[in-house]
């Protein structure tokens, strides 16, 4: 069964400080990986989109690994800002039918 | 460009009540998308429509139906509202279904029935 699953399911970590996100997913055939960012009582907002030929992709403080052979990705959050808190979404894209598998999302709070 | 709206933002209903969730989009996308949100859970897709006057079924249909009468227009439709239904409900619009499928979303409907 196709499955994107992220962990933490949830992080606090203070202003200023590093922080990275994990992402597996079983989605076969693959065709992308996204990363989106959703703001309380927002909808979600794209950050990245990597293809099986794309190792690592930046946006700003945000970088997006993806190791297919694992079926791997992270995000990376540099010097974060309290604009940062927000839910961090991983989606895969199935290449068959470009169906999006949406993972539960991680939860992150970022204190001054 | 508003870019991608819903109307309302806010609704409760009593079970057994209908209502429709209203979807517009600005940016002449070929794709729309309704999508189901839960606590806990990630997006699932309702319904979808790859063009004006086409629709799909997604992962979780039951007891919602659309119409996409005019290509910016992306209509909800829900007959007989049950508890469970209750979730926030997003619109997504895109350009094509291919690879790089960019979906952008409007700010989502909160939907509660009793």
């Known amino acids: 069964k196709n499955q994107v699953e992220q962990s933490p399911q949830s992080l606090i970590i203070l202003e200023g400080k590093n922080c990275t996100l994990q992402c597996n997913y079983t989605v076969s055939p693959f065709s992308n990986l996204r990363w989106y960012k959703q703001d309380t009582g927002r909808g979600p907002v794209s950050l990245t989109i990597m293809t099986f030929s794309e190792n690592t992709k930046s946006n700003g403080r945000y970088t997006a690994t993806l190791d297919a052979d694992t079926k791997q990705s992270s995000l990376h959050i540099t010097a974060s800002q309290l604009s940062d808190s927000a839910s961090y979404i991983c989606v895969v894209s199935e290449r068959s039918n470009y169906q999006l598998i949406w993972g539960a999302g991680t939860k992150l709070i970022i204190k001054p | 460009n508003a870019g991608v709206t819903q109307t309302p933002k806010f609704r409760v209903l009593k079970t057994g009540q209908s209502m429709t969730l209203l979807c517009a989009q600005d940016m002449n996308h070929e794709y729309m998308y309704w999508y189901r949100q839960d606590p806990g859970m990630g997006l699932r897709l309702i319904h979808y429509s790859v063009g004006e006057g086409t629709t799909a079924k997604g992962e979780v249909p039951d007891g919602y139906n659309v119409s996409r009468l005019k290509k910016q227009n992306f209509l909800l439709g829900l007959e007989s509202a049950a508890p469970s239904q209750t979730s926030v409900y997003f619109c997504?619009?895109?350009?094509?279904?291919?690879?790089?499928?960019?979906?952008?979303f409007g700010p989502g409907t909160r939907l509660t029935v009793l």
């Open positions: 997504a619009s895109g350009l094509t279904g291919s690879t790089y499928n960019e979906q952008f």
